[in-house]
DNA sequence: GCTTCAACTGACAATTGCTGGCAGTTGAGT
DNA sequence: ACTCAACTGCCAGCAATTGTCAGTTGAAGC
């Protein structure tokens, strides 16, 4: 095996985030692990964000690595005009993460001659896009780790409520944003304008999915019944 | 120089999408031209896309080659999102083009087993999106390569004209887009809305930044005075 | 304070892989 | 037929990588 190959296996490796002993990785690359060590200080020197901590392990310390890529040049455009949008209009913490991937990708792509300097995207603000960001990093996580939420809900007509719902998808609609949830409450799919929840907690309940509660299952009704999602905010 | 260095250097002089000769290259290096030659087998056997043609040379098959990088899980997160967005709101080629991304991404974090399975954006269609998509590319193109456009405007008031235009900016207002320009037959700043082009050609004619009729001007121009881009689409 | 764990470091011999030079082949274009 | 430059195979020399061994260091637990 060549060495920048075995490079490379290391990375996969630890990619999974999880800690890693250097003996672990010289038996499964069948090397000792005096050559472990020594390729973690390549790895390092290359600037691979690889922690070592005495007594404990290896780890990546950015959860996301990416090995090289080839991206057509439609690609690249889609994506600065997609962290045009993001910067924009989301939250202030995807806002940050949008510029700073849009920073990071322009970096390693300036030397390329034939990259424009500049991509030429505006992105006007949204009139309502100031407010109702409160919640959204929390609805984010909960989105993802598939957590449920407990939410206080204004909704346009004023009226108050509590629920705990399981939150399946956050939709942009251009000015306002809304989540898509399983409501336990009205054990029905319900959507909620974003701006609208007035306190949001993550309960820690993880749940998982479950026939009729899916996020396929709530699609395919939207699709049914183009009216019904439009009632609820 | 260590070799992993080296081949490292070796795409980065590869990646402006130019021809090179093995010979400039090692002697760039400093190594010999036999050597190259056993570089350029190794990264291809890595799979970096690199096309050598007998007596012409070596050259980067897909544009815009991305290094190693390593991303945080909220920037992967606004990927994600931008590219959901520009598959709903953009021309056919961007939308398929962030499809493409989006899944190339996927692909390669998949591994990682902290990297969610879904992320649980929705992008509601625009009413207008459908129309007015049909000169997109081409103003893309002339935005990123300072290319004079030739183009037939209808007004909102349905005045027809004909002008041509330098465009500097695409502007996406959620459920509209524009495009702003000098406009050479006003010989001043002008926003026009894409879908009431009626015809656009590119002139092959390029132009170069001059003082008063650059982006930065027109953008000083807009802050200053809020409401004058609203009259003109 | 002692022990344990595993990351680290340095040294050295063995070996592997890389390198340069050379002589030739191949395929495309002129 | 000729040129160009990518490619291939071979070989000797050398530089880089490797394993072994014998340490040190810092953190955590007892």
């Known amino acids: 095996m060549r060495r920048s190959d075995r490079l490379s296996e290391i990375i996969e490796i630890v990619q999974d985030g999880r800690l890693h002993l250097a003996r672990d990785i010289a038996e499964c ?7 472990i060590y020594r390729d973690f200080d390549t790895l390092v020197a290359s600037g691979v964000p690889i922690d070592g901590e005495r007594g404990v392990g290896y ?6 690595f990416l090995p090289p890529m080839n991206l057509s040049l439609v690609e ?5 005009l997609g962290m045009a949008i993001v910067a924009e209009a989301a939250d202030t913490e995807l806002q940050v993460a949008s510029a700073s991937l849009a920073g990071k990708i322009s970096k390693v792509a300036t030397a390329n001659g034939r990259v424009p300097k500049r991509w030429g995207f505006g992105v006007y603000p949204f009139v309502q896009a100031k407010l ?12 993802r780790e598939q957590e449920k939420l407990e939410i206080d809900y204004r909704s346009l007509d004023s009226k108050a409520s509590t629920r705990t719902i399981l939150p399946l998808q956050i939709e942009y609609w251009g000015r306002v944003w809304t989540v898509s949830a399983w409501c336990e409450k009205r054990e029905d799919f319900r959507a909620f304008r974003i701006d609208r929840i007035v306190t ?3 309960t820690g309940d993880h749940f998982e999915d479950e026939p009729g509660r899916t996020l396929e299952d709530y699609l395919e009704r939207v699709n049914s019944d183009l009216t019904q999602t439009d009632k609820n905010y």
């Open 200 to 202: 949001c907690a993550l």
């Open 29 to 35: 690359l069948e090397v000792s692990v005096r050559t």
């Open 59 to 64: 780890m990546l310390r950015e959860p996301v």
């Open 76 to 80: 690249l455009e889609a994506l600065h």
């Open 132 to 143: 109702g960001f409160k919640h959204m990093p929390a609805i984010r996580k909960a989105v």
